[in-house]
């Protein structure tokens, strides 16, 4: 409104400027013309003489007629006269002026190159024109009081410069108003997308959280008055992390892309859609109950049934939704948007495509969302601690290597297993983050206990997920050249599913981190529904016997021929077998028996944090050591 | 289109239209002048028309609208 007043003034200002000077201008003009109107006139009067001269006729009806020309030109006080050799021959006019007079003043005023301008008459100022009539003998003389005629301009200039002033007032209150409703149609405009922008997804164009935040709130308003149900959805796509990481942002970016315009053919007009960022979209179904919510979901999951064709690469991607409903779960916006995820985790977990929220798991799943939350940030902070298990030589009983294994103190939920947040990493994409900061810990560690004088290899396990990404050898690389370790002494441990999910893309990274001189260990051996074909393939160079056989292999008969049977197959094939999981004597005496390689577990020693194994590596050199001198003795 | 303007605004519309097609075609000695009534004149006679129609054009382009105003 500020603007349109601005606009409305200086407009007007501009008018009110435009109309003075115009006036003056136009006055000025009024002015000086009137001694060439006057002349022009009497140049017409001549002509009309000269042919009314040397017409026969009545001299009366000419001078009538040079009468009605005077007043209907001028004013009634102007005097039109007609001299030969300074003498009057005709006038008209010319009252209360003393005629005698006329002719000396005006000798005086006017020369011959003059045709007009203005002289004193007995006090009044005349407009004067002179013009000859074409035989030369006579003048035409006109004067008129200036007077006159300037009340004669005057009162046309008021009346013009009045209505042009009213007229010109109008058009520019208009041109201002209309200029002024451009601009703010303008700016409105501007703040529109600068809105859009904020409340939208710069990739897709769909709604980001807080516009979704934002209709949620207000269907729950509308839903509490009309006490209708409505439902939310949170979709997740299924290895996206994964096709973003190998197949690149912009691969992933037109993914997006083409979810969200699946999305939206899915749902119905009334339906909202967003984008909360990453792969996470969230539907919102206002009057939908259970059963329409779930024709829903079933129609987005048919819709993302088909795969993603990009650039001549074809790409699967298939959603998790989590389904949670109003008002049956919850009754605000923070509570149904916290169940949708859980529900949706449900769905990942159990691959199902879909899950209504399940108040029952209701604990385990906030605890594991809270924890999600906490481990990026632990991942982030570098708070995954390291501890190591010592592994033992069969033969010499000297400690080899360590296995390397995640720690995570939460500071609230306290010691939480590695099963738990490990798979939580690996579904959130922490893993490789992780990995390889347990790695370079390890490797520092390693390098470590070298210049104290224990030389021991280090064993690293690898999750499925990392096995999937090109750049690993690249990196393990770059953080063994930085700790300067033998890269001999570095073993990765890999799980027979790793393998059996993408074999050519894992085998092909496995044979360049075999070529870098990196020892291959498969964990779990015996627990995996893979053929051992890979074994022949694989540059393997340890088996670690799944601890499941080892635990009770001293009391069940077919756990001893498992084992047994793969350490004669490790050996055939040239590996080294561990045995991991010894807790007791017994255990470790027909392991003996059976010739392991190497040894792990309880028995030796639980999982250690660096200081600790030290102090522990001295004391079983001691050990080691008093052993040796007894059966030498 | 839609009627953009108030009863008060028509009403003071057509007084004025009245006036300006008086001076412009009626009575065209009360302006001395024969360009300026000739203006006033045409003036009144759009300004009666919109009048008479309750739109103004102008009202459109600038989005103004004086029926709100009466709470119409």
Same mark, same amino acid.
């Given at each position: 409104m500020r603007l349109r007043f601005q606009i409305l003034f200086s407009v007007l200002g501009i008018t009110f400027l435009a109309q003075a000077v115009f006036g003056l201008l136009a006055y000025r003009e009024l002015t000086e013309s009137r001694g060439d109107q006057l002349t022009i006139f009497l140049q017409y009067l001549t002509r009309e003489i000269a042919e009314r001269l040397t017409l026969p006729g009545n001299p009366d009806k000419a001078e009538r007629h040079l009468e009605e020309l005077r007043k209907k030109f001028s004013t009634a006080q102007s005097v039109l006269l007609i001299q030969k050799d300074d003498r009057i021959v005709y006038i008209a006019g010319a009252e209360g002026l003393n005629r005698a007079d006329i002719l000396p003043g005006l000798k005086s005023a006017? *020369? &011959? *190159? =003059?045709k007009h301008g203005m002289i004193d008459l007995e006090g009044i100022q005349f407009y004067w024109a002179v013009s000859q009539l074409p035989n030369n003998e006579y003048e035409l003389i006109m004067l008129e009081p200036a007077g006159d005629n300037e009340d004669r301009i005057t009162s046309a200039l008021r009346m013009r410069l009045v209505s042009s002033g009213f007229v010109i007032l109008w058009m520019a209150v208009w041109v201002s108003l209309i200029l002024s409703s451009k601009i703010s149609r303008q700016l409105d405009e501007k703040n529109d997308q600068l809105e859009h922008l904020a409340l939208? &997804?710069? !990739? @897709? #164009?769909l709604p980001n959280r807080r516009l979704l935040t934002d209709r949620l709130e207000q269907l729950l308003r509308q839903s509490q008055r009309s006490k209708e149900p409505f439902a939310l959805l949170l979709i997740d796509l299924d290895r996206f992390k994964e096709i973003n990481d190998t197949l690149g942002h912009p691969f992933g970016d037109e993914i997006l892309k083409r979810v969200s315009s699946r999305l939206l053919k899915s749902i119905r007009e009334e339906d909202s859609i967003a984008r909360l960022g990453g792969d996470e979209f969230a539907v919102l179904l206002p009057q939908t109950d259970l059963q329409g919510s779930e024709l829903c979901v079933n129609r987005i999951m048919h819709s993302m049934n088909a795969p993603f064709r990009i650039n001549d690469v074809s790409t699967e991607s298939k959603a998790s939704i989590g389904i949670a409903l109003y008002p049956e779960h919850g009754e605000s916006a923070d509570v149904l948007m916290q169940y949708a995820d859980v529900a949706m985790y449900q769905a990942k977990k159990a691959q199902s495509g879909y899950a209504v929220y399940d108040n029952s798991q209701n604990t385990y799943s906030v605890r594991r969302l809270q924890l999600m939350n906490d481990l990026r940030d632990a991942v982030e902070k570098n708070e995954i601690h390291v501890h190591y298990q010592p592994m033992i030589d069969n $033969?010499? /009983? /000297? +400690? @080899?290597g360590v296995e390397t294994l995640a720690r995570w103190q939460h500071p609230v939920l306290g010691n939480i297993t590695p099963d738990e947040f490990i798979t939580m990493a690996e579904q959130t994409g922490q893993i490789r983050l992780l990995t390889m900061q347990v790695l370079e810990q390890a490797l520092k560690d390693c390098s470590a206990w070298e210049k104290l004088g224990y030389h021991l290899g280090v064993s690293i396990n690898l999750s499925t997920y990392c !096995? /999937? =990404? !090109? *750049?690993l050898p690249e990196e393990i690389n770059s953080i063994i050249q930085r700790y300067d +370790? &033998? +890269? $001999? =002494?570095v073993e990765l441990e890999i799980t027979e599913g790793a393998l059996m999910h993408d074999l050519s893309r894992a085998g092909k990274i496995l044979d360049q981190l075999g070529n870098m001189g990196l020892q291959l260990a498969i964990d &779990?051996? #015996?627990? #995996?529904?893979?053929? !051992?074909?890979y074994l022949k393939n694989l540059p393997v160079a340890t088996l670690k016997i799944d601890k499941s056989f080892i635990l009770d292999m001293c009391d069940s008969e077919s756990d001893n021929a498992i084992v047994k049977t793969i350490i004669e197959l490790g050996h055939n094939l040239g590996c080294r077998v561990v045995a991991e999981g010894i807790e007791n004597q017994r255990t470790l005496d027909s392991l003996k028996l059976l010739n392991v390689d190497t040894m792990q577990g309880f028995f030796y020693s639980k999982p250690l944090p660096a200081d600790r194994l030290f102090a522990w590596l001295i004391e079983h050199d001691k050990q080691v050591s008093v052993s040796e001198e007894i059966s030498s003795a | 289109m839609t009627k953009n303007m108030g009863r008060i605004d028509q009403v003071l519309r057509l007084g004025i239209s009245i006036v300006l097609i008086y001076v412009g075609f009626v009575d065209q000695e009360l302006i001395n002048d024969h360009l300026t009534s000739m203006i006033a004149g045409i003036i009144g006679i759009v300004n009666l028309l919109s009048a008479l129609i309750g739109i103004c054009p102008l009202y459109s382009i600038t989005g103004i609208?004086?029926?709100h105003k009466e709470g119409k």
């Open positions: 006017y *020369s &011959d *190159s =003059d939208h &997804d710069n !990739l @897709t #164009g $033969a010499t /009983q /000297q +400690v @080899t !096995l /999937q =990404d !090109l *750049s +370790v &033998d +890269v $001999a =002494d &779990d051996f #015996g627990t #995996g529904f893979s053929s !051992l074909n | 609208n004086t029926c």
